[in-house]
């Protein structure tokens, strides 16, 4: 039988550096099953600038917590050994493994090189501020504990387009490395902030240079086959080569993995730019719904003054769901990082029923929000209310959609269930007074009785003969109705 797709996000920016992640994860896959998780996003498991490298500090790829490297054999999260442990044991419980992958940039150089480089302007790095000469950047990467295992790939500034120190005096700022058929990716194929976005952090890869091309290939190939993952969480790829990044996907396809799953993160707020990064990978990836994200933060800073009836404007979950992982925050939106936008609290319950009760898109629940997160702007957990929408999602969330998107302050939607989903639900979410809605839920509910599910009202509410009702919410809040007397056992038909 089919089930409501599910992705869990398992890590936050300030889980403790205590080597134990993937050894979490091994004993929390039958939770994940039980609570309707049907894929986990895993943090890069590579080996990063340090120990406690978070894994966007890119050091070697190949490295999975095998080698004595930056210090130390395992990374921030444990052994590749325990890593493909996890692996294992998420697919023992029927659940797919995405693995995220950072192919923008790599860090912790091993040796310095000296070569001809210009200094761009910050804010538009198209514009060249110096003549080029020469400095001394960290782009020799010899991975000697490695010892070419796996690979004898070494990198130097050859491969790189630009970097962000010159050790020779200590002065940063952002270098664009000179040479042959060197320079920033074409505007068109990379995001066009600050004059071309090609450059981000630390060394970035260039994507024109063929040695890169083939040695970013044969890695791909390497790690799924070691590590058995069903799909790739792409980092920043507003700032990497759209062409690479298609011929990528297709090669990767091509090898007996039609179904290999890719998500990719564009964080931008503009919709037209999403669809063109699309329509340019050949609509071979899904991508994160960050307008949704910042809809969703907007709603939660604005209170009632937010136009409900528009919170699904110019969003990818709107116009092209089939592409859209849907999510609330993340590692890069919670409290303290770089990119924080994280959405206000009392709206997240909000936000969590539109993504995980609605048809539209690929919802992922954030590790963050249902365990807690922690560091200085530390967040408790938010599992025990969580844990209703998500039953509401396995059991209940089916079927036809009917959308009440037509008021400001007060909006739903319903669903009538399935053949296999016998039994429907009502969703009303409202942002300022208690309010009420007239929807129809189904025909087949005339004369049952439904209750709110997430407890917040206990009315009793009888379905008429039309298969309408008027709903109930109480004021920044949200209820789910469903039919009252039905255990999760007959709700849930899944053969788990």
């Known amino acids: 039988m089919t089930r409501n797709g599910l992705m869990m996000q398992y890590f936050e920016w300030h889980l403790p550096n205590d080597g134990q992640l993937w050894n979490n994860i091994k004993d929390d896959a039958e939770h994940l099953k039980e609570m309707g998780v049907t894929s986990v996003l895993l ?3 590579y080996k ?3 120990q406690s490298d978070v894994g966007y500090g890119v050091y070697d790829l190949y490295d999975l917590g095998e080698f004595d490297q930056k210090g130390t054999v395992r990374t921030k999260y444990g052994t590749k050994e325990e890593y493909i442990a996890a692996i294992k044991a998420l697919h023992d419980h029927d659940i797919f493994v995405y693995a995220d992958v950072v192919l923008n940039h790599k860090a912790g150089a091993d040796e310095t090189e000296r070569f001809m480089a210009y200094e761009v302007n910050p ?10 000469y020469e400095i001394e950047g960290w782009t020799k990467f010899n991975f000697e504990g490695r010892n070419d295992t796996y690979s004898d790939f070494k990198w130097n500034w050859r491969h790189f387009s630009g970097t962000d120190y010159n050790d020779a005096d200590g002065k940063k700022a952002i270098f664009m490395i000179k040479g042959l058929e060197k320079g920033w ?7 066009n902030e600050f004059g071309n976005y090609d450059y981000l952090m630390f060394a970035d890869i260039d994507y024109e240079n063929e040695e890169v091309i083939e040695e970013t290939k044969k890695w791909a190939e390497w790690y799924i086959n070691e590590t058995g993952v069903d799909g790739f969480r792409l980092d920043a790829v507003k700032h990497i080569s759209s062409p690479f990044i298609d011929d990528l996907l297709k090669e990767i396809r091509a090898n007996d993995r039609p179904d290999f799953f890719v998500v990719g993160e564009y964080w931008k707020y503009d919709l037209p730019a999403i669809h063109e990064f699309l329509e340019d990978t050949d609509y071979g990836l899904d991508l994160f719904d960050v307008p949704l994200h910042f809809n969703f933060k907007e709603a939660g800073e604005a209170g009632s003054s937010y136009d409900l009836s528009q919170l699904y404007d110019g969003t990818l979950a709107s116009e092209n769901p089939t592409h ?8 890069d939106s919670q409290p303290g990082q770089a990119l924080e936008s994280f959405v206000a609290s009392w709206f997240k319950p909000l936000a969590y029923a539109s993504i995980l009760l609605r048809e539209e898109g690929f919802p992922c629940l954030f590790y963050g929000d249902y365990y807690g997160i922690g560091g200085e702007d530390s967040v408790e957990a938010q599992s025990e209310w969580l844990d209703n929408l998500l039953y509401l999602r396995r059991s209940h969330a089916y079927g036809e959609q009917h959308d009440y998107f037509d008021h400001p302050n007060c909006v739903g939607w319903t669903r009538e269930g399935d053949e296999n989903h016998p039994y429907g639900l009502a969703a009303i979410i409202s942002n300022s007074e208690a309010g009420e809605k007239e929807m129809y839920v189904g025909k087949q509910y005339a004369g049952k009785t439904f209750t709110d599910y997430t407890g917040h009202l206990d009315d009793k509410i009888v379905i008429d003969e039309e298969g309408k009702a008027v709903f109930l919410v109480n004021g920044g809040s949200v209820s789910v109705w469903v039919q009252e007397g039905i255990t999760p056992e007959e709700a849930y038909q899944e053969n788990n």
């Open 43 to 45: 943090p890069p498991a």
């Open 48 to 50: 990063g600038t340090q």
């Open 123 to 132: 804010e538009n790095r198209q514009e060249k501020i110096s003549e080029p």
């Open 185 to 191: 990716n074409d505007n068109e194929t990379v995001d």
């Open 324 to 331: 859209a992982v849907t999510f609330i925050d993340n590692h």
